[in-house]
Structure formats: structure tokens, C-alpha cells
């Protein structure tokens, strides 16, 4: 692998010498409650003088966030001069229902979608059931809205593979599927080793896909929360080991994660990525420090 870094990073101590050379993009879910939303623009206006490529906003397990969801994302169009990009599934909603939810978003001015096939709703045994009138997969839907309307898409990618994916192969062949529909990027899932991203970026470029391929990067805040969202994601045992007795201890639980994810981060970085994709759990503190430490500054900070 090659190392990316500057003389003076490489011999420097962690992150010193890093010249920010990166772009970074933020998730954020919609807010259930008064406090939830005082929490979610607080983090919106601590991350946008990092200047984000883009913020996506997520849409709810089968489709219950969705006004929310649309409400988020019309007023950072309105308020903000970020570029949002609207989580969009196939769950629970016909093809109809989701062209009505496209145009609503175009006529609002947003330009980014993040197509999914979102995750099976409660009490169909774990398993995706397809609307009756609605699209079957990802793929589906993203050569749906690329006919609505000239969106750019991003769709998800699993370097550990899909839970219900019957071997990598059959996912990767999913992915392709998508890029070929019209997606522009892919967003992994998170992962906690560096390899594990390089490998699976060189089995897609081996099965022809050549869109961005950005890293999503999850600042472990709880390992249980973790466990229940990573799907087919290895937990390493060492990762374990760090949080070893920080159940009930939040301030150092989070400056673990911090750094964990920071580590992961430079590695990253010295294989030559420069793009990074972080959910935030509407927290922006980590995300902010993340990005300190790969040299990136806020805009009123830069000479």
C-alpha cells in the first residue's frame, strides 16, 4: 500500500501534518421531538463551515418518517446553503406514491437522492415484501428516479456483504445492478477495518464499477446500538476490549470512539482515500474532531 502521507505527517506523532485534503458528507436523521430537533441543527451548524460535499437525511423504517424526513431536507434547502440528499426506500409506498414523493422534492429544489430498498417492515418474519404496485429492489428504484427526474443517486454498498445476501458474489452483482440503473456513488455500510474497505474496493472495480465508492464511518457511541445496526459487520475484538467497563461512563465512551474511528480514518487515508461519508447520530462533536485531526478546518478558520 502506498503512504500518502507527507514527510512530516509520517514523522510526526497521530495525526500531526495532515493538510485536510479530503472531503467529507454527513448523515443525520429526522427529529421526533422539540429537543431531538434543537440537538439535530445544533449538529447541522457545527458541521456546515467544514463545508460538506453533501447531508443526507434518513427516511424511517418503512417509510414512517417520511414528512419528517421531507420537512428536514426542505429546510436546509431553505435555511442553509448545504446540499441535502433525501433518503428514498422502496418500503411500503407504490410506484405512484413514490413519484409524488420525487417530484415533491425536485419542485423543493433537491437535486440528491440516497435510493434504498430500506429495511422489512414490522411483523413480515424479517423478511422484504415488495408493495403490490411498487418497486421490488434498489435497483428498480433507482431506474425509477433517474427517469422522474435527472437525480443524482447514491445507493448503499455492504463491503461485509448484505445480511440477505446469499454469498458476496450476489451482492456485489447488486451493487452493479444499481450502478447500472443510474446511481453515481455508492455509500458503504460501516466497517472497523481499513483492509476490509481496499478489498472490497478491489472486487468492484474487478466486476467493472468505477463510481466513487465512499467509506461510512461510525464513531462507536454504544456496542450494543452497534451490534443491532451493523448486519453482517465484524466487530473486532479488540475494539471490545476498549470499551470494557465505559457502559455507564459517556465522556470517555465517546472520546474512545473518537479515536478509534480517527484511526480508521488515517489508515484510510494512507491508502489514498479522500472522501468519508460519517453518520452522525445528529452528533456533531466526533464527526468535527474526526475531521480536525485529517486536517480539515471550518471555512472561517482558514487563512
Known amino acids: 500500500m502506498t503512504d500518502c502521507l507527507s514527510p512530516i505527517a509520517a514523522d510526526a506523532p497521530l495525526f500531526a501534518g495532515l493538510p485536510g485534503d479530503i472531503a467529507v458528507s454527513f448523515e443525520f436523521f429526522p427529529p421526533r421531538t422539540e429537543a431531538m430537533d434543537e440537538q439535530l441543527w445544533d449538529a ?3 458541521l456546515a463551515p467544514l463545508d460538506p460535499a453533501f447531508v443526507s437525511v434518513t427516511y424511517g423504517a418503512g417509510g414512517s418518517t417520511r414528512e419528517r424526513t421531507h420537512a428536514t431536507v426542505a429546510r436546509l434547502v431553505r435555511e442553509t446553503a448545504l446540499v441535502p440528499a433525501a433518503h428514498l426506500t422502496c418500503v411500503g409506498a407504490s410506484r405512484g406514491e413514490i413519484a409524488e414523493i420525487a417530484d415533491r422534492y425536485w419542485e423543493a429544489g433537491v ?3 440516497v435510493a ?11 423478511q422484504f415484501a415488495p408493495h403490490p404496485d411498487g418497486y421490488a429492489n434498489a435497483a428498480a428504484l433507482v431506474a425509477g428516479l433517474a427517469a422522474r427526474h435527472p437525480f443524482d443517486l447514491s445507493v448503499a454498498a455492504y463491503p461485509e456483504g448484505h445480511p440477505e445476501s446469499p454469498s458476496p458474489q450476489a451482492d456485489l452483482d447488486n451493487l452493479k445492478r444499481k450502478i447500472d440503473a443510474g446511481a453515481t456513488r455508492a455509500i458503504t455500510q460501516f466497517f472497523f477495518s481499513a483492509e476490509t474497505y481496499f478489498r472490497f474496493l478491489d472486487r468492484a472495480l474487478a466486476a467493472g464499477i468505477t463510481v466513487p465508492i465512499l467509506p461510512g464511518i461510525m464513531p462507536v457511541t454504544n456496542l450494543a446500538g452497534i451490534r443491532r445496526m451493523g448486519g453482517n459487520t465484524a ?6 476490549a476498549m470499551f470494557t467497563g465505559l457502559d455507564d461512563r459517556a465522556g470517555p465512551r465517546a472520546l474512545v470512539a473518537a479515536v478509534v ?7 484510510l487515508y ?4 479522500r472522501d468519508f461519508h460519517f453518520y452522525t447520530l445528529n452528533r456533531a462533536d466526533q464527526a468535527f474532531a474526526i475531521c480536525q485531526l485529517l486536517g480539515l478546518r471550518p471555512r472561517d478558520s482558514q487563512s
Open 44 to 46: 447541522i451548524g457545527t
Open 116 to 126: 434504498l430498498r430500506g429495511d422489512p417492515q414490522p411483523g413480515m418474519g424479517g
Open 235 to 240: 466487530i473486532p475484538s479488540w475494539l471490545e
Open 261 to 267: 474511528a480517527a484511526d480508521l480514518c488515517r489508515r
Open 270 to 273: 494512507e491508502g489514498g482515500v
Open 111 to 113: 437535486r440528491h437522492i
